[in-house]
């Protein structure tokens, strides 16, 4: 079996802080929040209407040759992310890219608006479905879009396992790469979620903040939604430097692991594991991490559990290490977590730069970590970790170092 290192040559986003990887870095490195009164194409008794919304992003400008009543909202995040990543890894004048490329999307909701708009049609108004329901609403949509999109004809699927959607996606497609599966994988996260039915579900599981996502912090009182997606081309770093590619990252390591407990509550063991799971795959060691992004969603559960789970892994190390949530300045985008905040996470390792946990009161005793509150600092690092939690008890960690 090959053992190739794998690295990462194009990131694409696109965020409730505009489109473009740089938009979302920059929202992040200032601490500025993306989150607002959100607009909605109609009424379903929604009380709570804030969220990381994408509010004005248009396909047409970026794909002006596409039949775009095909795709979803969220296929139509999932092709723009792609193409900024497939842009910024040099490879937008080598389409189609072929058999040695691999297309992975991670998901959670997937299509949830046009589900939405077809139940509401036939129900209310009595409507005929549209006839391209069926290939907009499956959740595969996004992968194959991208696919075609691309001229991708290596291994296409689509990754649903809620909040770690798509740092499995990652993990998936790095292990690929690595085992000399595909030479490379344009990895996405999408979802878009922010619609009335979306937002009316999580507000009856009465886990939104009603004001603001405070993650670690005393007085925190729940998530904020997000919505958006991103991308990473990933590579066997070979096939990268014989065309000359510029290495953005490498990835390290991932560790993935199932509580198998509860549906809602997380575990600590499970937590911890897969963060020990993606050192022992990368070959680090606790000392070796440099800054954690944390999952950090200001729900008082997921944060002290997050917490006790830094502090078994990494010991004394932890009193030293920054642990930062940007859900803060993005949301919680849920499937597409994963994905922005790996993007968000090489661009800290690029920058020298941890950015801050915004919206911060003061400190929870049972959050005894460095949360780097509302201000970033500059501190250089080779190596960092990402993590991801789902509802499910689904757990995943990536291990992400510098370039060179």
Not at 199 to 217: D, G, H
Not at 355 to 384: H, K, S, W, Y
Request: hydrophobic content about 45%; charged content about 15%; overall charge negative.
């Amino acid at each position: 079996m090959a053992n190739r290192s794998v690295v990462v040559t194009g990131l694409g986003a696109l965020t409730t802080a505009g489109t473009g990887v740089e938009a979302l870095w920059q929202a992040a490195a200032e601490g500025v929040s993306g989150v607002k009164q959100i607009t909605l194409d109609y009424e379903f008794g929604n009380n709570l209407r804030i969220a990381a919304q994408v509010q004005d992003f248009n396909l047409e400008r970026h794909f002006p040759d596409l039949r775009t009543t095909f795709f979803d909202r969220v296929t139509m995040m999932a092709l723009i992310a792609a193409r900024e990543a497939v842009t910024d890894a040099g490879l937008a004048d080598s389409l189609p890219l072929g058999a040695g490329t691999s297309v992975i999307v991670g998901t959670g909701i997937a299509s949830l608006g046009t589900i939405e708009e077809s139940s509401r049609n036939m129900t209310m108004a009595q409507k005929r479905p549209d006839p391209l329901t069926v290939p907009r609403a499956m959740i595969s949509a996004s992968a194959s879009n991208v696919g075609i999109v691309f001229g991708c004809t290596g291994t296409t699927f689509v990754v649903s396992s809620a909040c770690s959607s798509s740092a499995q996606a990652l993990g998936i497609g790095f292990q690929m790469v690595r085992a000399g599966m595909t030479d490379r994988v344009i990895v996405v996260g999408a979802e878009a979620i922010v619609t009335p039915g979306g937002m009316k579900a999580w507000e009856m599981l009465r886990v939104l903040s009603p004001q603001l996502c405070r993650p670690f912090s005393r007085g925190r009182n729940g998530l904020l939604l997000g919505e958006g997606s991103a991308a990473l081309m990933i590579e066997a770093e070979e096939v990268a430097k014989a065309r000359g590619a510029r290495v953005r990252a490498r990835v390290l390591g991932y560790g993935t692991t199932s509580d198998a407990r509860d549906m809602l509550k997380p575990d600590v063991d499970g937590v911890t594991q897969a963060m020990v799971l993606a050192l022992a795959d990368g070959g680090l060691t606790p000392t070796d991490i440099g800054y954690v992004n944390a999952h950090g969603t200001a729900t008082i559960l997921n944060d002290s559990t997050e917490s006790e789970a830094l502090g078994r892994v990494f010991g004394d190390h932890l009193a030293s290490l920054p642990v930062s949530s940007t859900k803060p300045v993005h949301g919680h985008t849920l499937g597409a977590a994963g994905a922005i905040e790996a993007v968000v996470t090489v661009r800290a390792l690029e920058e020298g730069f941890v950015p801050a946990t915004i919206n911060f009161l003061e400190p929870d005793p049972a959050c005894p970590i460095d949360c780097v509150p509302n201000v970033g600092r500059r501190q250089a690092f080779d190596v960092a970790l990402t993590n991801s939690f789902a509802f499910g008890g689904i757990n995943a960690s990536i291990a992400l170092g510098r370039a060179a």
